[in-house]
């Protein structure tokens, strides 16, 4: 059989396997709610502008929300031949309303521009989505915070022992990560704002439309100011997909020290019975499977931002069928996302920290070293370089002895130069709120990151 939609041109029936190869609609399909409102949309601006009927549009409009409830409802039959969403809605409005008027809904619109609207109404909505889910986990993270603010820990650099730090201060790393993912999806979802809607296919029409009036009934800020970009632009899907993979950069760390943490190595924390798994063979076995899962997934979500980059690297203008390809990826990782953040707050919401266990970990791998080197340039009116190296043969000696430096009784016997008052350096509450400078450690300074956090998820 011919399609219909272009039968006029053609003498051929398209080929079974061209139909096959050619069909979007498995995947647009999900478009259907933005394609109806794209259309309600676009036939209010044709009637606004004299080339619709009210009648016509009264008439088209109910027939859109109709066939918006026939595939809520089940009811829809979805038929390959369609091609894609915008084909089969089309197809059925004329079916419930006729050809004489359903015909009229395409008047100075073209397919291109219609994708790219409703692919760029559904990003927007994406955008929203996200920010709220992150807001939530930022929440999630404030609430171990508050409490965890003289819980000692070590912290680590080449994952080797570094200096003492509070629980509140390691967490609240990750929530600025994600308030900048917030902050950076708002950035894209501001370049998002324009509507390609009324772009055609490419040149603009030659009726008198009113883009703006459409964009406005849409929700969008602004127009796109040229047709040709505003149909082979898909800058919008990348910005998302990448905003999403440096998401998952940000879970992928988390979870992975999750897993590291919970290890019986670390034993820092406990992941709740609900959120583990066990094994079908070792009886003893608690997994963190959904925390192994988030970092696993990382590698679809950068492989989708790498697939459209792909695709759209070097096509000519303007819209070309490549451009089909791109939902699926920025599906797959909005779904992908999505799923990650909501199951990975309710994990952290029962996280268990174990205070004894972290505070036993800081007896090790002598954390309070450049302490002791900084009382020694503050003090002592030591250079520092100096001060590291006397400190170096103090560790030294401690290595000798099988000892931390923190169990050290009695500093001047190892060099003259430490007097009592350097043996509070080797105090971890002390090393704690010692640190003076901005953003550090100290309860006093994770007490006004606290409030920076706060005061961003206030204003959103
Ligand atoms: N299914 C197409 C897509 O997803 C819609 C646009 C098709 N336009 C065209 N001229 N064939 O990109």
Known sequence: MKNEMWSGRF??????????????????????????????AHASMLENCGILTKEELKAIVKALNQIKLEIEQGQFIFDLKDEDIHMAIE?????????????????????NDQVATDFKLYTKKAHVDLIL?????????????KIHKNTIMPSFTHLQHAQIVSFSFYILAYAFMFMRDIKRLQNSLELADFSPLGSCACAGTSYKTDRNFSAKILGFKNIMPNAMDGVSDRDFALDLLYDIALIFTHTSRLCEEMILFSSSE?????????????????????NP????????????VYGNLISLLTTMKALPLAYNKDMQEDKEALFDSVKTAKES??????????VQVNKENMAQACKKGHLL????????????????????????????????????ISQIKDLSKINPIFDQKAMKCL?????????????????????KQIQILENFIASL
Request: charged share 25%; proline share 1%; with cysteine.
């Open 11 to 40: 003498s051929a029936a398209s080929d079974k396997l061209l139909e096959e190869f050619n069909v979007s609609l498995h995947v647009d399909k999900f478009l259907f709610q933005e394609d109806i409102q794209g259309s309600i």
């Open 91 to 111: 197809k059925r409005l004329s079916q419930i309303i006729g050809s004489e008027i359903g015909g009229k809904l395409h008047t100075a619109r073209s397919r």
């Open 133 to 145: 889910l992150l807001k939530e986990l930022i929440q999630t993270i404030l609430s171990h915070a």
């Open 266 to 286: 670390f034993g820092f924390l406990s992941i709740s019975d609900s959120f583990s798994t066990g094994s079908s063979i070792m009886p003893q076995k608690k």
């Open 289 to 300: 499977d959904v925390c192994e899962l988030i970092r696993g997934k990382t590698g679809r």
């Open 341 to 350: 953040l909501i199951i990975l707050n309710a994990l952290l919401k029962e």
């Open 369 to 404: 070293a450049t302490d002791l080197a900084d009382y020694l340039v503050n003090e002592k009116n030591i250079p520092f370089r100096k001060a590291h190296f006397i400190v170096g043969s103090v560790v030294a000696q401690a290595e000798k002895d099988k000892i931390d």
């Open 427 to 447: 105090n971890f509450e002390h090393s704690l709120n010692a640190k003076q400078s901005e953003g550090s450690s100290s309860v006093a300074s994770v007490e």
